[in-house]
């Protein structure tokens, strides 16, 4: 799929789960509902840095060109090293490690390490990379071209100040769901794994497929491309994703929001 669904599409997941915590008595208090689903809405972007051509690519300017490429070549490596028999040859690493269940776990609990070990510092980093992932996602055409990158970035930092400035606050979620001393943002990790993996998910919608059980082999693959029945898929970027998915995320994402603060 492309930048505005994903982005859409984590958003909304993470407004689900706030639904979904509280009905299970463990609501989130609305920072963290706000800032999860900022994350998530970022962190569903995240996969797409083994391609060159995504939007995350041009977020960070050629920090992040340059970050595409060797994740590009890592994850070309690790297919040409761990393919089976029946998995194709292939020139590149698109939709290969970045787009596993393996690395959605292993970033997000990278990224709650991050949090409780690096202090205030590190959960401003987190918010500030995941802020300019939110705004070039969901506004993807306004954020467009290398004159609103600064724009975008002090949009992201300002923004990321204020709401580690919010959380911190007493009973505004800093140590939401984990309450033990030392243990306050170690919750950032979750909205990071579940934007990635609804990323594959929604990579899984398109005619490729993707290999989210890697490295689960399946059959004489390895790399298998899960996916839905093959009359079911859609090209990236088609109107079934403009006109069917998008105004379904954001259907889902206000019913969930809703929801997750009792509104209904």
């Given amino acids: 799929m492309m930048g505005p669904a994903h982005s859409l599409s984590g958003a909304a997941a993470w407004l689900g789960v706030g639904a979904a915590a509280a009905a299970a008595g463990q609501a989130m208090p609305w920072p963290v509902l706000l800032v999860g689903a900022l994350i998530c809405a970022g962190a569903a972007l995240a996969p797409d840095l083994d391609h060159k051509a995504a939007t995350i690519s041009r977020a960070f300017g050629p920090l992040s060109r340059w970050l595409c490429e060797i994740v590009d070549k890592l994850s070309y490596a690790v297919y040409k090293a761990t393919r089976m028999k029946g998995d194709p040859r292939r020139s590149g690493g698109h939709r290969t490690l970045t787009h596993t269940w393996l690395w959605a776990v292993l970033i997000g609990a990278g990224t709650s390490f991050l949090a409780i070990s690096g202090g205030r510092w590190a959960v401003l980093a987190i ?60 919750w950032l990790g979750l909205p990071i794994v579940l934007g990635a993996l609804v990323h594959d998910i929604g990579d899984a919608l398109t005619v490729s497929g993707c290999p989210i059980l890697w490295p689960i082999p399946v059959g004489r693959k390895r790399w298998y491309p899960l996916g839905t029945p093959k009359p079911l898929r859609f090209r990236a970027g088609s109107w079934v994703e403009l006109k069917v998915l998008m105004p379904v995320f954001m259907l889902l994402g206000g019913v969930g929001c809703a929801a997750a603060l009792n509104v209904i």
Avoid: C, K
């Fill in 127 to 186: 918010l500030f990379v995941h802020m300019v992932l939110a705004i070039e996602g969901l506004l993807w055409r306004a954020a467009r071209g290398s004159s609103s990158d600064v724009l975008v970035w002090l949009l992201a930092a300002t923004s990321a100040w204020i709401l580690a400035g919010v959380l911190d606050e007493p009973g505004n979620g800093a140590d939401w769901l984990f309450t033990e001393p030392g243990q306050e943002y170690l």
